[in-house]
C-alpha cells in the first residue's frame, strides 16, 4: 500500500493533526501499521519537519518497509529529515526513564530540524512482567515531560 495514494479511513485522521501529539497505534496487520506510519512521517516531511523511526530491528528493514510504502528514504535520509535510530539493547541494570528519554531524543534527532516526529517503541520486551512494568514507567514519565520534549509521537 502507497501512503500518498491511499483512501484508508485513519490516514483522514492523521491529516488533520496539528502541533505535537503523542499517539498511540495498536494493529493486528503490519501492512497497516506501515501506512500509517508512513502517512504519518509524509505528512511532517511534507511541511518541512524532521522524522525518527526508533527500532531495535536491523535498520534495513525498516527502510525496505518504509520505501514499500511509498516513502523515498533515501531522499529524506540524504536531506537529513528521516532518520532510522536503532535503539540500544537494555541492561538488566534499573534504568533512569527520564534521563534515558533525554538522551534518545537528543541522540536520534541530533543534527535534524525541528518539527520532529517520532515513531517507534524504546521497550521492546512486552512479554515479561518486568518488560511490562518498564514500558508502562515509561510512558507515564515520557507523557508527564512531554511537553518538554517539543515532538509529535507515535
Known amino acids: 500500500m502507497n501512503a500518498k495514494k491511499t483512501n484508508y479511513h485513519p490516514v483522514k485522521f492523521l491529516d488533520k493533526l496539528e502541533g ?7 494493529y493486528d496487520n503490519e501492512k497497516y501499521a506501515d501506512l500509517i506510519i508512513a502517512r504519518y512521517f509524509l505528512n511532517g516531511l511534507q511541511k518541512g519537519g524532521s522524522c525518527v523511526f526508533f527500532t531495535e530491528e536491523n535498520p534495513q528493514g525498516i527502510k525496505k518497509r518504509l520505501v514499500a510504502s511509498g516513502i523515498d528514504v533515501n ?4 536531506a537529513n ?12 541494570e534499573k534504568l533512569d526513564f527520564l534521563s534515558v528519554l533525554r538522551f534518545l531524543r537528543s541522540e536520534a534527532a541530533k543534527g535534524m530540524k525541528p518539527p520532529f516526529r517520532f515513531v517507534g517503541r524504546t521497550i521492546s520486551d512486552i512479554e515479561s512482567k518486568r518488560g511490562m512494568e518498564s514500558g508502562l514507567a515509561l510512558e507515564k514519565i515520557g507523557q508527564d515531560h512531554f511537553a518538554e520534549f517539543d515532538n509529535s509521537q507515535l
Open 81 to 92: 529529515a528521516l532518520r532510522i535510530y536503532q535503539v540500544p539493547k537494555p541492561g538488566k
Open 20 to 26: 505535537n501529539k503523542h499517539l498511540v497505534l495498536l
Open 75 to 78: 531522499k529524506y535520509e540524504w
